[in-house]
Each structure stands twice: as structure tokens, then as C-alpha cells.
């Protein structure tokens, strides 16, 4: 089954960290990009991390610069965020995309509240 599992979301304090996991089944992540989503309530979905087959080039919204990182394991078939200084604005729906096949997860939710 060709499929991405997000894992990882949960309910953290303000300033808080999660690092979210994607793993990939069914098919190999290691000539996709990848890149992580998000949706609030009420709000579009929107990009909020990219990386390039290799992980040389990353590309990252302007609200989350300097607090997320993402990166790949191609050997685990897995793409990873971490997310650090969290705020009440980065609550949302997470979602893992791979271009190639073009697949979404299910998402994970990841809520910043105290």
C-alpha cells in the first residue's frame, strides 16, 4: 500500500518543541521532493517546509524561519520536522507531501496551548 504516516503531533505548552516523523510505505521518498503542510481551522493549507531529494536545498515559510527544520532519512524512508518555539499560530493540521508519486498523509494534529 502506497501510503505516508505522519507522526508525532500532540498538545505542547508555548516555547515548547515536537519534532513531527513522515514515513513513506509502498513506494521510496529518495527522488522526491518532500515538504511539510499545515492547516488551521478556518485557514487554507499552507506550505510551511520543503527539501530536495537529497536534502541540500530546504525552503521554508517566512513565519516558521528559524523555528522548524526539516530533513530526510532516505535510508528510513522518513521525512522529519522539528519545530521549536512553538506559538498558539503554528496550531494547526500537519501534513506530509512527497511529489513523486504525488501522495499526501493523513496529518497530525499538533495544538500550542498552555
Known amino acids: 500500500q502506497v501510503q505516508l504516516v505522519e507522526s508525532g503531533g500532540g498538545l505542547v505548552q508555548p516555547g515548547g518543541s515536537l519534532k513531527l516523523s513522515c514515513a513513506a510505505s509502498?513506494?521510496?521518498?529518495?527522488?522526491?521532493?518532500m515538504s511539510w503542510y499545515r492547516q488551521a481551522p478556518g485557514k487554507e493549507r499552507e506550505l510551511v517546509a520543503a527539501i530536495t531529494s537529497t536534502g541540500g536545498i530546504t525552503n521554508y515559510a517566512d513565519s516558521v524561519k528559524g523555528r522548524f527544520t526539516i530533513s530526510r532519512d532516505n535510508a528510513k524512508n522518513t521525512v522529519y520536522l522539528q519545530m521549536n518555539s512553538l506559538t498558539p499560530e503554528d496550531t494547526a493540521v500537519y501534513y506530509c507531501?512527497?511529489?513523486?508519486?504525488?501522495?499526501w498523509g493523513q496529518g497530525t494534529q499538533v495544538i500550542v496551548s498552555s
Open positions: 507531501k512527497a511529489m513523486v508519486p504525488l501522495r
Open positions: 509502498g513506494f521510496t521518498i529518495r527522488s522526491s521532493v
